[in-house]
């Protein structure tokens, strides 16, 4: 892992760099398999939880979490004094997978996969005014790889590699506040695929040439639960969340070549990479609409229903347009580098890698529309 004093070869980032050795096939089948698993049984409750097992005597049922503490935890006056025996909020986690691999050929070609499955729920507490609610974030994914490795000849190894990651997850709160009604959260579907592909040569005892492909594709998807206008007031928030729906669809496909040469105590390197990022993002905000409110949603509290004649709506805001963008950028990169070992402690790496990206992102200046030139 790398995260800065970058060498030349690496181009396009600004975070870090990783660079991952994954297991291979060998002349015996080898494998393992793991399993993990966590119920509500095994954790202790939520402060918030908790704090709602003591909502009051006079608060509807599905206010609190009272329903399945014993009578024991009750006074004669029907409030709840204590929650040693109530039940604990909604959690799971249940995680699978194994791996496994071993020849096709001995000594020539090995196979590998692995796969992984994870099942989670976690509890989300809303406090809207009608009453708190207790529900179920659920995460659904699937992780799998398959690897195919085949020596071609003494000097050439190629290498294929596909990796698939799934999620599927549901009543996710984004963009709004606590205390939104259950309508208001979202579902989040994410697909992510890889597949790369290398041959390895060594045409002399100094000299390495890497060739890679790569793909890879990823969407993604933010739908809402409802497509009624939101509602925005003092403590509380209904209809549509106003962020969404979101989505994106990414392709990109991407060729390097790297030449390593050792000559004494220098070690040049020396490529170049071409890579097509074809995408599409869609990023709608209020694309259902949204009121805005002054009042609370409880008449007791001085307010009433959103739209109603007690609390009228203030401001109503929406968007226009399609919200979305489809484009290609095209990005190349060439760079020679040197790391010289001047001495037993020192090392010298230097290096110049000039990268041009053309398409989805332009450089210059926006005209000022009041200018009269």
Same mark, same amino acid.
């Given at each position: 892992?790398?995260?800065?004093?970058?060498n030349?070869e690496?181009?396009?980032?600004?975070g870090?760099?990783?660079?991952?050795?994954?297991?291979?096939?060998?002349?015996?089948?080898h494998? &393992?398999?793991?399993?993990?698993?966590?119920g509500?049984?095994l954790?202790?409750?939520?402060?918030?939880?908790?704090s709602?097992?003591?909502a009051?005597?006079?608060?509807p049922?599905?206010?609190?979490n009272?329903?399945?503490?014993?009578a024991? &935890?009750?006074?004669k006056?029907g &409030?709840?004094?204590?929650?040693? !025996?109530?039940?604990?909020?909604?959690? %799971?986690?249940? =995680?699978?997978?194994? #791996?496994?691999g071993?020849?096709?050929v001995?000594?020539k #070609?090995?196979?590998?996969a692995?796969?992984?499955k994870?099942h989670?729920g976690v509890?989300?507490t809303l406090?809207p005014?009608t009453?708190s609610?207790t529900t179920s974030?659920?995460?659904?994914?699937?992780?799998?790889?398959?690897?195919?490795d085949?020596?071609?000849?003494?000097?050439?190894q190629?290498?294929?590699?596909?990796?698939?990651?799934? &999620?599927i997850?549901?009543?996710l709160l984004?963009?709004?506040?606590?205390n939104?009604?259950? =309508?208001?959260?979202?579902s989040s579907?994410?697909?992510?695929h890889?597949?790369?592909l290398?041959?390895i040569?060594?045409?002399t005892?100094h000299t390495?040439? =890497?060739?890679r492909?790569f793909?890879?594709?990823?969407l993604s998807?933010t739908?809402?639960k409802?497509?009624?206008?939101?509602?925005?007031?003092?403590g509380?928030?209904?209809?549509a969340?106003f962020c969404?729906p979101?989505?994106?669809l990414?392709d990109?496909y991407q060729?390097?070549?790297?030449l390593?040469?050792?000559?004494?105590s220098?070690?040049?390197?020396?490529?170049?990479?071409?890579?097509? %990022?074809?995408?599409?993002?869609? %990023?709608?905000q209020f694309?259902?609409?949204e009121?805005?409110?002054?009042?609370?949603f409880?008449?007791?509290?001085? !307010?009433?229903?959103? !739209?109603?004649?007690?609390?009228?709506?203030?401001?109503f805001t929406?968007s226009?347009?399609?919200g979305?963008v489809?484009?290609t950028d095209?990005?190349?990169g060439?760079?020679?580098q040197d790391?010289?070992?001047?001495?037993?402690?020192?090392t010298i790496?230097?290096?110049?890698r000039?990268?041009l990206?053309?398409g989805?992102?332009?450089?210059?200046t926006?005209?000022?529309p009041n200018?009269?030139?």
């Amino acid at each position: 892992m790398l995260t800065n004093n970058y060498n030349a070869e690496y181009g396009q980032a600004g975070g870090i760099i990783l660079n991952v050795i994954t297991k291979s096939g060998t002349n015996s089948i080898h494998g &393992d398999g793991h399993f993990y698993a966590r119920g509500r049984n095994l954790g202790s409750s939520q402060f918030f939880y908790n704090s709602l097992n003591f909502a009051g005597a006079t608060a509807p049922p599905q206010a609190d979490n009272r329903q399945g503490c014993p009578a024991s &935890d009750f006074n004669k006056a029907g &409030d709840i004094t204590s929650i040693s !025996g109530c039940p604990r909020p909604p959690f %799971f986690k249940h =995680e699978g997978g194994f #791996t496994l691999g071993g020849p096709f050929v001995k000594d020539k #070609t090995f196979w590998f996969a692995s796969l992984e499955k994870t099942h989670q729920g976690v509890p989300l507490t809303l406090t809207p005014p009608t009453g708190s609610v207790t529900t179920s974030q659920p995460t659904n994914e699937v992780l799998w790889s398959a690897k195919l490795d085949q020596k071609l000849t003494n000097n050439h190894q190629f290498t294929v590699r596909f990796n698939a990651q799934r &999620d599927i997850q549901d009543n996710l709160l984004v963009q709004v506040p606590q205390n939104a009604a259950p =309508e208001s959260l979202v579902s989040s579907v994410v697909h992510d695929h890889t597949l790369n592909l290398a041959l390895i040569s060594t045409p002399t005892a100094h000299t390495v040439n =890497e060739a890679r492909f790569f793909w890879h594709r990823f969407l993604s998807q933010t739908p809402t639960k409802s497509v009624l206008p939101g509602n925005s007031g003092p403590g509380f928030y209904t209809g549509a969340a106003f962020c969404c729906p979101q989505a994106a669809l990414q392709d990109r496909y991407q060729y390097v070549d790297n030449l390593s040469w050792t000559h004494g105590s220098h070690t040049v390197k020396t490529g170049a990479n071409i890579s097509r %990022f074809p995408y599409f993002a869609l %990023f709608k905000q209020f694309a259902f609409g949204e009121y805005t409110y002054q009042k609370p949603f409880l008449a007791s509290a001085g !307010g009433g229903p959103p !739209g109603s004649a007690a609390n009228p709506a203030t401001l109503f805001t929406t968007s226009f347009g399609p919200g979305s963008v489809t484009s290609t950028d095209m990005v190349y990169g060439a760079y020679v580098q040197d790391s010289w070992k001047a001495t037993n402690t020192l090392t010298i790496n230097y290096g110049v890698r000039y990268d041009l990206e053309v398409g989805a992102f332009k450089g210059g200046t926006t005209p000022d529309p009041n200018s009269k030139g």
